[in-house]
């Protein structure tokens, strides 16, 4: 089964596509999902394809549930153990980047080492409900505004030229945490493999992946896109 289209989504004038050249790979909301039935039960996910490009997400293994994430019925993707997860075709290398996501952690679960994309060295995480943690090489912390577990929100982590790591939260930039310098030098670059891997059961809606940082316009037109995905 493909999922075609995002008809829950309200109208927002604006596409992420205004991002240009800087915007490399779109998993989008309801969009380009397929699923499969694995032990008579369908409805678990083996691919969600880039609508920019062909660095397509698929599990591990495509007959475990254990491994793969759930779509439900609104169009959100259900991970919900720490074997869930979805492999990108080509591992992302990047030197200057912008990650976004709208997400939703599930109601009930408490926020905890929840890891969002991960490589074998370098991830980003949120440890708790008010700190985010970016690791290229070496980890960043930040503290952000607290993520209400059953209320959606979107983050953002993005790195400039000058190695310069930064957070936005629902659009509100976070703060150095633990006095870290929220610096890596460009040179290191931050590889990624997967998202997933969910210690905290939660609904995926929307992953935007660019190779440069956005300007203030431009992350605010994505906020409010964002927003407005899924509802």
Request: with cysteine.
């Amino acid at each position: 089964m493909l999922g075609l289209g995002n008809s829950i989504t309200k109208h927002y004038g604006w596409s992420p596509r205004g991002l240009g050249t800087k915007f490399i790979h779109w998993y989008k909301f309801n969009t380009g999902i397929t699923t499969k039935s694995v032990s008579d039960t369908p409805g678990f996910v083996s691919a969600w394809a880039d609508q920019i490009g062909t660095n397509h997400l698929a599990p591990t293994a495509d007959d475990d549930a254990n491994e793969m994430p759930f779509l439900e019925s609104d169009g959100t993707l259900f991970f919900q153990q720490n074997t869930d997860s979805l492999v990108f075709n080509s591992a992302l290398s990047l030197g200057t980047f912008s990650i976004y996501v709208k997400h939703n952690m599930k109601e009930g679960q408490t926020v905890s080492s929840e890891v969002l994309m991960e490589g074998s060295s370098d991830s980003i995480k949120l440890a708790n409900p008010t700190e985010a943690r970016v690791k290229v090489s070496s980890r960043q912390d930040f503290t952000i505004d607290e993520i209400v577990e059953g209320t959606p929100y979107v983050i953002g982590f993005e790195r400039a030229s000058n190695g310069d790591i930064s957070v936005f939260k629902d659009n509100e930039p976070g703060t150095a945490a633990d006095g870290d310098d929220l610096n890596e030098a460009i040179s290191t670059t931050f590889d990624i493999t997967q998202l997933g891997d969910a210690v905290v059961q939660s609904y995926w809606y929307e992953v935007i992946i660019c190779d440069d940082v956005l300007t203030a316009s431009e992350r605010k037109q994505l906020f409010n896109y964002l927003s407005n995905v899924g509802t």
